[in-house]
Each structure stands twice: as structure tokens, then as C-alpha cells.
């Protein structure tokens, strides 16, 4: 009977083992180069544009003429006092970042930059500041500069999020004064978006790679050897003796 060299049965398993893993890396991670994943683009608009007394400003964050929210001043006077009311009034199924606050009032949070707006977020908001000069002041967004919106919004149907920069002053009379200085949206359905980030992609949207599918650099070179045949095996075996060895 034929006997096989003992080194074949002591690599065989071995080379079994490296053989699938290059089949797993062929049909996996090749697929996967393939088909990228979509990453999290913000869409940001520039703009400055001033809502005054009994002003209103119709926002459109996709830009597709259907005004997602509408900023509303509403001044009056009688005889007696002025009152100034600012709200962020959202269409349709819209949202506005916000909770229901001392008898019920709607208020819109007045977010910081950085803040994440997603779907954890409360989208309940609308007032954002009211002043009355017989009885005071009240709202998040009284006398601020630069804090945000939180934005929830769809587009075709599907949920995206987005946020509003605006500066509020409150100014004598009860006149509130609201200055837009700019607006984005995160371009990928039911993704976070960060407050103030013009620019993509957001961490938010990033998938870290997996580790478990980065192969060594070296292993080509070892298939090679297999092509080589029993002089390709022994110098396999040295490089295998070499890197145990150290």
C-alpha cells in the first residue's frame, strides 16, 4: 500500500481551514465591494431671511415647493398691551422638536449645535417664544442666537430629519424680531441628523467596518505558494515556522 508523506495529513487540515476562509472572503467580501452601503448625506441650504411683525416664512427643506413648515410672527395691540407671538407651525404629519409644557403649551425645544435630532426626539413643539407686554414673556427661543429647529418631515412618503438655525430677539413693545440663517435635512430615510452639520456624511450614518471580515495582507502571497506545488509547501511551512516564532 501506498503511504502519503506524513507532512500532507499534519497541513492538510490547515490548508482546509485557509482554503475556506479565501472561499468565505471570495463570495462575501467581494459582494460586498460590490454593493456599497449608502451613506448619510446632509443637504444644507444657506439663507437669511427676517420674519417680523405679522411676518410668516414658508420652509421648504427639499426644495421640491411644498413648504414642510411655516414660520409665523403674529403682532397686535389694543388699547392696553402688544402681544407678539413666534411659532414654527409644521404641515401635515410634520414635526417640530418640542413637549407640552405648563397648561399644555406646545413648546419648540430651542436645541444647542451639536444635538442630535432623530427619532428618539419629542415632536410636539409650536410655540416658540410669545411676548406680552402687560404680562411678561414666555417660549425656548426667547432672546437666542443661532439654536435650532428639530425637523421631522417626509419625502415621499418616508421619515427624514432636518433642523432650522434661527437667532430670536424679543425688542421693545413685545416686538419679536426672528432672523433664518440657514436649514438642512439628512438625505437618507429615518437617519439622525446633527445639529448644525452642513456636511456629510454624518457619524450618525457611518457603520463601522467588520473586523471579522479584514483579511492579512500576506495571505495572497501564501496561496501562491500552493500553486507551486511541494517546493511552494515548504516554503510555506518556513513562513508558517517564522511567524510562530516570533
Not at 419625502?155 to 424679543?170: P, S
Not at 454624518?202 to 495582507?217: F, V, Y
Request: aromatic fraction near 8%; charged fraction near 15%.
Amino acid at each position: 500500500m501506498k503511504r502519503f508523506p506524513k507532512t500532507a495529513s499534519i497541513l492538510s487540515n490547515s490548508l482546509q481551514r485557509r482554503l475556506n476562509m479565501y472561499a468565505l472572503a471570495a463570495s462575501g467580501v467581494g459582494a460586498l465591494a460590490l454593493t456599497p452601503p449608502a451613506e448619510a448625506k446632509i443637504v444644507y441650504t444657506p439663507t437669511h431671511h427676517v420674519v417680523g411683525k405679522n411676518g410668516r416664512y414658508k420652509l421648504d427643506l427639499n426644495h421640491d415647493k411644498i413648504a414642510d413648515f411655516i414660520l409665523v410672527n403674529t403682532y397686535s395691540c389694543n388699547t392696553d398691551y402688544c402681544v407678539d407671538i413666534l411659532s414654527a407651525i409644521p404641515s401635515g404629519g410634520n414635526g417640530v422638536e418640542g413637549a407640552r409644557g405648563f397648561l399644555s403649551i406646545p413648546y419648540a425645544s430651542a436645541l444647542k449645535r451639536g444635538a442630535l435630532v432623530g427619532p428618539k426626539a419629542h415632536f410636539s413643539g409650536r410655540l416658540m417664544a410669545s411676548s406680552d407686554s402687560g404680562q411678561g414673556t414666555i417660549g425656548r427661543w426667547l432672546n437666542v442666537t443661532n439654536d435650532y429647529l428639530g425637523l421631522k418631515f417626509a419625502i415621499n412618503g418616508k421619515i427624514h430629519y432636518g433642523w432650522a438655525r434661527l437667532t430670536v430677539q424679543v425688542l421693545g413693545g413685545a416686538f419679536i424680531k426672528a432672523t433664518l440663517t440657514g436649514y438642512a435635512y439628512e438625505s437618507i430615510p429615518n437617519t439622525p441628523i446633527i445639529a448644525g452639520r452642513t456636511k456629510g456624511p454624518d457619524e450618525a450614518g457611518i457603520k463601522e467596518p467588520n473586523a471579522a471580515l479584514t483579511l492579512p495582507t500576506r495571505e495572497p502571497a501564501t496561496l501562491a505558494a500552493l500553486a507551486m506545488g511541494a517546493p511552494g509547501l515548504s516554503i510555506w511551512r518556513r513562513e508558517e515556522s517564522a511567524v510562530a516564532a516570533r
